[in-house]
Structures are given as structure tokens and as C-alpha cells.
């Protein structure tokens, strides 16, 4: 079984650009989640996505947007990048069940100069 | 606004002994309760969780505590182990709601 990859490991942009982040879930699970863990901080919700819709978002404004496609994979896309958006992006999958764990990639580690 | 906190943000324990993590919540309409464990390059994975209806859940060495009337949970580690040397989160979330709200996380480090 096939955990949750993400990709790229790591990149740097500028501020202005913008930033594709992707996610393919664990087979099975067709919730996929998106956290941004700045320095020293604990995962802060940036939204959810199940069956191809937002599901639940959390304080972020509108630049940060997503996709997720029908074999249940998932795209976080950053607009307008600003310093303060380098950090940790983690996405976790679960199953249909909202209420049990989630299971987490190992994150896309973004820094904006 | 922070809704969760962990209040310490390191725990040095000796090998054997019990590892005691504590976390603090504001939102009284959490009902969920998670702990991650997080190590360096990884994602978090889980741990244990518990629900609002029980005031304790054990798995192995692990025990979750509930306390609802001052909206504080603890971990305990029993006996700890060099191999439990990582972050660990707590989260919480709302009855039926997706999001889970993470405090920012104790880094335990087992001594041999």
C-alpha cells in the first residue's frame, strides 16, 4: 500500500510568483487535507478537498487555492507569493470517515525570497 | 488565535522512565482529540487518539488523558524508549467538522 507522496521535496520562488504543490492520496482515501507549518508552529489548516470539492477552509485568503481530481490526487496552488508563505506544506489523506486520523506526506518545504 | 497549545516546548526524559506531554485547549466544542508523533524530514503520523465521551484510551505504552472540565489532555509515555525521541503535536477537532486545529508541538528527547 502506497502512502501519501508529495512533490516537489523543496523549491524556492521569488515573491510575486506563483507555486503548484502536489499530492497523491493513500489508495482508498478520498479526503485529502492541506496544512502550512511555518517555523517552530504546528500544522494550521488550509483547507480540504473530498470528491473534487472543497470541503472546509481554514484562515487563508483567497491566493491560496486547490484542485483534486477524480483518482483523488491533489494540487495546492499559491498566487502572489508573499515571504511570509515559506514554510512546511503538508497534506494528509483519510477515508470517507472524517472523524479518525489522517494520514500525512512528508511535505513540500517552500521558501520565498 | 491559538485553540490548542502545548505550553512546553521540549521534554528530556530518562530511558524506562514515563514521558508526560501536556496539551491545553480554549474551544470547549472540541470533541476529538489526536496526538502525532513527527520526525525530522517526515510527516506527522498518529499516534492515539480519544474522544470526548472517555477520559482515558491506552494503546501499549501510550495513554491519553481527558480532562473536559479544565479542557486538558496529557500523554503518557510508559517506559520510554530512545526510539520516542521526536515532535509531538496534539490536535483537536469539532464534532462533525474536517478541520483539526495543532498546537505547536513538545520535543521529547529519550536520554539512554
Known amino acids: 500500500e502506497t502512502g501519501v507522496t508529495q512533490s516537489p521535496t523543496h523549491l524556492i520562488k521569488t515573491r510575486g510568483q506563483q507555486v503548484t504543490l502536489r499530492c497523491s492520496s493513500q489508495?482508498?482515501?478520498?479526503?485529502v487535507s492541506w496544512y502550512q507549518q511555518a517555523l517552530g508552529q504546528g500544522p494550521q489548516f488550509i483547507f480540504q478537498?473530498?470528491?473534487?470539492?472543497?470541503?472546509g477552509r481554514g484562515n487563508f485568503p483567497p491566493r491560496f487555492s486547490g484542485l483534486q481530481f477524480p483518482n483523488y490526487s491533489s494540487e495546492l496552488n499559491v498566487n502572489a507569493l508573499e515571504l511570509d508563505d515559506s514554510a512546511l506544506y503538508l497534506c494528509?489523506?483519510?477515508?470517507?470517515?472524517?472523524?479518525?486520523?489522517?494520514?500525512f506526506g512528508p511535505g513540500t518545504r517552500l521558501t520565498v525570497l | 488565535d491559538q485553540q490548542v497549545k502545548q505550553n512546553s516546548p521540549s521534554l528530556s526524559v530518562q530511558e524506562g522512565r514515563i514521558s508526560i506531554l501536556n496539551c491545553d485547549y480554549t474551544?470547549?466544542?472540541?470533541?476529538?482529540f489526536l496526538w502525532y508523533k513527527k520526525y525530522p524530514a517526515e510527516g506527522p503520523t498518529f499516534l492515539i487518539s480519544?474522544?470526548?465521551?472517555?477520559d482515558k484510551n491506552e494503546d501499549g505504552r501510550f495513554t491519553v488523558f481527558l480532562n473536559k472540565s479544565a479542557k486538558h489532555l496529557s500523554l503518557h509515555i510508559v517506559p520510554s524508549q530512545p526510539g520516542d525521541s521526536a515532535v509531538y503535536f496534539c490536535?483537536?477537532?469539532?464534532?462533525?467538522?474536517?478541520?483539526?486545529?495543532f498546537g505547536t508541538g513538545t520535543s521529547l528527547t529519550v536520554i539512554p
Open positions: 494528509a489523506s483519510s477515508p470517507l470517515s472524517q472523524r479518525g486520523e489522517q494520514f
Open positions: 489508495s482508498g482515501h478520498n479526503t
Open positions: 478537498y473530498y470528491r473534487e470539492e472543497e470541503n
Open positions: 474551544n470547549s466544542m472540541f470533541d476529538y
Open positions: 480519544i474522544s470526548s465521551i472517555k
Open positions: 490536535a483537536a477537532s469539532v464534532l462533525a467538522g474536517n478541520q483539526f486545529y
